[in-house]
């Protein structure tokens, strides 16, 4: 038997807790209120089940969760004027965050769970878990200009504008997971009909009926059902058509490929590809599949025991993880929508929000579908791995793969081929339109993100050797005297007259201790194109000049290049300080038209930038800076 009294006081002591951290984590607070109300409906559905379990809050809290961010849109904290302006700040300071940071953060500040829990709870080994809590931490604290001690009391304080809260009775909430239990088992037996059905048709039932539940489900012509736990369509997308460990080969021919799971993805948290924001890039589509690979490598490993006459060396065989794989495939409602869902998806790998990882080159690719994109991206942690991203739409279908590997990068031919080879197993299917032939990739400028025209985005930014935690980028800001992109060569400013759309922006490494001048700024303005000209051309004569006249001072041009209205200027300075110090820097200053940039990085003991991926990152301003170009 169920019991009421057992449902309804957990209902009336769990409720606000859920409702304080979906709305921490989506700041939405009608969709975390009614996220909280369903999973209670589906609570109740299976009290049989849910009331013998030791942790009822690990059945219900994901639930929740997963509701409010499905009906979570916009930033609706920013319409409601009744919102207290410190709760207002801090749901800024959460939006910036990553979903997977958002999750850590909350669950971390406002549940009992143990570390361990949350890791299992958002699908991280423990010891990423507790690294990515520290960065979602770390960026939190910056945005939201507080220090890391106080996050756990800002994420507590959100609680007060929910205290007036109107709730559902136990009872109304009963009855809804009553009827909704109901509404399955029409559902359950109709299907069972169709099973004993071998041709002909079937009378539909229940058809034009309205609603029985909270969660909204409805049954109307034939047996065209939705699913009220997912919220997405009856399967529409066959297994058939995703890629084999046969055809995965090609991103590591050397390699052991083995499937290790395929599913409507609405397990876990649904991030199962790097960079990926959120479960779904079309968050009303009706169906989606997704497939994860590993490959393996076995090598023989000497083992070296004891000492002295009793040393021993022997062999052992070590079979290691080398690269993964995913597929993603969605379908949306219409092309358009799907359309949609593409653009959406892109911006997961234009602008992915891993720490220290790093968008290498952008693609548009040809003869791939109806819409095509490539990504490299590189992740700089312990262990340095390269993911490749090929993206391609074919009707009212996504198709997205995505491989890590951490040893030899795949190439962009086994890339793009195992895109077309995706979207070919498509093809034919209901919703695919045009198939792939071979691909054509160019390099293209990366996608707009966002950010303010011609600065940089963490994205952008590589590595720097012996530093602790991400770069975090401060809010971009007027320009003003101080420009710390400058050098005592050039005392380069953004401020003359003539300069319009002039901003600057910093990125430095909190998480690194014991720096005073390790960090990378940037300048940018617009003016007229002689202005502009002569502008960088005043920098090189400095920069030329000073290192002429100052014995203490070196320079050391990296990269010089003008083709079309655009430039490219590129050195290493090293300023003596005394006898024993110098000051090292790296200095680009770079054109595109009318709009300026100048580009800075500050070295510090053994925290340093390669000086090739300083011009390739002088190489990114560049092409980030079209957008400020056409505006100026």
């Known amino acids: 038997m169920r019991s009421p009294e057992t449902f309804d006081a957990y209902y009336v002591e769990t ?23 369903d999973a209670f409906v589906v609570a109740w559905h299976h009290w049989r089940k849910v009331e013998a379990l030791e942790d009822r809050d690990a059945y219900v809290r994901p639930l929740t969760l997963r509701r409010a961010r499905r009906r979570h849109t916009a930033r609706i904290w920013h319409r409601d004027k009744s919102l207290d302006p410190e709760a207002r700040s801090t749901l800024d300071a959460l939006s910036k965050l990553s979903t997977r940071q958002r999750e ?64 559902p009775r136990a009872s109304v909430v009963r009855r809804s997971g009553a009827a909704r239990r109901r509404t399955h088992t029409v559902i359950g037996a109709a299907l069972a009909s169709t099973a004993l059905l071998v041709s002909g048709s079937l009378v539909a039932t229940g058809s034009g009926a309205q609603p029985t539940s909270l969660s909204e489900e409805k049954a109307t012509n034939g047996v065209d059902v939705h699913d009220p736990d997912s919220g997405v369509g009856e399967a529409v997308i066959d297994e058939a058509t995703l890629l084999s460990s046969t055809q995965v080969e090609r991103f590591g021919s050397k390699l052991d490929w083995e499937e290790t799971g395929t599913s409507d993805n609405l397990g876990g948290d649904g991030l199962v590809a790097p960079c990926q924001r959120e479960r779904f890039s079309d968050p009303d589509g009706l169906a989606a599949l997704a497939r994860t690979w590993e490959g393996s ?17 022997s062999k052992q065989r070590v079979t290691r993880v080398e690269s993964t794989a995913v597929q993603i495939v969605e379908r949306s409602r219409d092309e358009d929508h799907a359309a949609d869902s593409f653009e959406a998806a892109s911006l997961w790998f234009a602008g992915c929000a891993d720490p220290r990882t790093q968008l290498v080159r ?8 109806d819409d095509a994109r490539q990504f490299r991206l590189r992740s700089w942690g312990k262990v340095p791995t390269t993911i490749a991203v090929g993206m391609a739409r074919t009707g009212s279908l996504v198709v997205t793969t ?69 770069w975090v980028g401060t809010d971009p800001e007027k320009a003003s005297n101080t420009n710390y992109a400058s050098t005592r060569c050039d005392r380069t400013t953004f401020t003359g007259k003539g300069i319009s759309l002039a901003r600057t922006r910093t ?30 051309e005043q920098v090189r004569t400095r920069v030329r000049q000073c290192g002429a006249a100052n014995l203490g001072t070196s320079v050391t041009a990296l990269a010089s290049s ?62 980030r800076l079209g957008t400020l170009s056409a505006r100026g």
Do not use: Y
């Open 562 to 623: 003008s083709s079309k209205g655009r430039e490219i200027h590129a050195w290493a300075l090293s300023m003596e300080l005394n006898d024993k110090q110098s000051f090292p820097f790296l200095m680009a200053i770079v054109r595109d038209g009318t709009a300026v940039s100048q580009l800075g990085f500050s070295p510090q003991r053994n925290m340093t930038m390669a000086r090739d991926d300083f011009v390739a990152l002088s190489r990114r301003v560049l092409e």
């Open 362 to 369: 952008t693609s548009d690719v040809k003869r791939v579908g």
């Open 402 to 470: 995505v491989v890590r590997t951490n040893g030899a990068p795949v190439s962009d031919k086994a890339s793009l081929g195992g895109l077309a080879a995706a979207v070919n197993a498509l093809c034919g299917t209901d919703g695919a339109a045009k198939c792939a032939g071979r691909p054509r990739s160019s390099t293209t400028p990366p996608l707009d993100i966002g950010a303010p025209p011609g600065l940089l985005s963490v994205v952008d930014l590589p590595p720097v050797s012996a530093v602790r935690g991400p």
């Open 104 to 167: 850590l953060l909350v669950l971390n500040a406002l549940s009992a769970l143990t570390l361990t829990d949350i890791s299992r709870s958002v699908g991280l080994p423990r010891g990423d878990a507790e690294r990515e809590l520290q960065t979602a931490a770390s960026q939190f604290s910056l945005h939201r200009d507080v220090p890391t001690t106080e996050v756990r009391r800002l994420l507590q304080d959100l609680a007060e504008p929910l205290s007036s809260t109107r709730w």
């Open 507 to 536: 990125f430095l490494f909190p998480e690194t201790r014991n720096v005073d001048q390790l960090g990378l700024t940037q300048a940018v303005g617009s003016m007229k194109d002689p202005a502009a000209r002569k502008f960088v």
């Open 297 to 313: 490598a076995t090598k023989v490993v000497r083992k070296t025991t004891g000492k002295g006459a009793k040393k021993r060396t």
């Open 15 to 37: 409720r606000a807790r859920l409702l304080h951290e979906a709305f921490a984590l989506t700041g939405d607070a009608p969709a975390a209120r009614a996220a909280v109300r």
